[in-house]
Antibody, heavy 118, light 110 residues
Framework: QVQLVQSGAEVKKPGASVRVSCKAS????????MHWVRQAPGQGLVWMGL????????IYAQNFQARVVMTRDTSTSTFYMELSGLISDDTAVYYC???????????WGQGTQVTVSA | QSVLTQPPSASATPGQRVTISCSGS????????VSWYQHLPGTAPKLLIY???ERPSGVPDRFSGSKSGTSASLAISGLQSEDEAEYFC???????????FGGGTKVTVL
């Protein structure tokens, strides 16, 4: 069965960077794009970008373009999302979400809490 | 403020029907299909409906979706206590060139 297992909670200081991982299993890794989405406390979900695991090409949302880098490691079937220049507003739960081949997300990770605090 | 608008809460007694609305615009719901998800705190969101009204295998037929113009709806009939969760909608958006989401609706089973 498809599983997306994310790394554990992180606490970072303002200005630092954080890297969240998402290990995929139960399907052919290169067959599905992976998206990253976040949810700040009391807010709705916000799309951050996506990566094509076949070639590693990425598309980032404009609001995150300057600070986010998405990568993948095909040898371990793992996706990574690194966000730099953290501010308190980046405190959120970060999710990876697999795109089905029709634009919607059919499987999600369990979420990773990132807290930015001095 | 989420791009897609949902009511913050909805409630009904067991066995009743509850409907959740999702309002968007021509650049998202008006042009693309809608999906719906069930989300319990601390867990992975679960796909309930895709392509407006299609159910993945394993999702009970108590859950149904519809779309008209720039709005969509999720209906849960024969409400059960296990349906108490947050539900959110999603659609691709041409302006963002990415998906947009509703703010979520907390369903309470009275």
């Amino acid at each position: 069965q498809v599983q997306l297992v994310q790394s554990g909670a992180e606490v970072k200081k303002p200005g630092a960077s954080v890297r969240v991982s998402c290990k995929a299993s139960g399907y052919i890794f290169i067959d599905h794009y992976m998206h990253w989405v976040r949810q700040a406390p009391g807010q709705g979900l916000v799309w951050m970008g996506l990566i094509n695991p076949r070639g590693g090409t990425t598309i980032y949302a404009q609001n995150f373009q300057a600070r986010v880098v998405m990568t993948r490691d095909t040898s371990t079937s793992t996706f990574y999302m690194e966000l730099s220049g953290l501010i308190s507003d980046d405190t959120a739960v970060y999710y990876c979400a697999r795109e089905a081949n029709s634009g919607y997300h059919d499987f999600w990770g369990q979420g990773t809490q990132v807290t930015v605090s001095a | 403020q989420s791009v897609l608008t949902q009511p913050p809460s909805a409630s009904a007694t067991p066995g009743q029907r509850v409907t959740i609305s999702c309002s968007g615009s021509s650049s998202n719901i008006g042009s693309f299909t809608v999906s719906w998800y069930q989300h319990l705190p601390g867990t992975a969101p679960k796909l309930l409906i895709y392509s407006n009204d299609e159910r993945p295998s394993g999702v009970p037929d108590r859950f149904s979706g519809s779309k008209s113009g720039t709005s969509a709806s999720l209906a849960i009939s024969g409400l059960q206590s296990e349906d108490e969760a947050e539900y959110f909608c999603a659609a691709w958006d041409d302006s963002l060139s990415g998906p947009v989401f509703g703010g979520g609706t907390k369903v309470t089973v009275l």
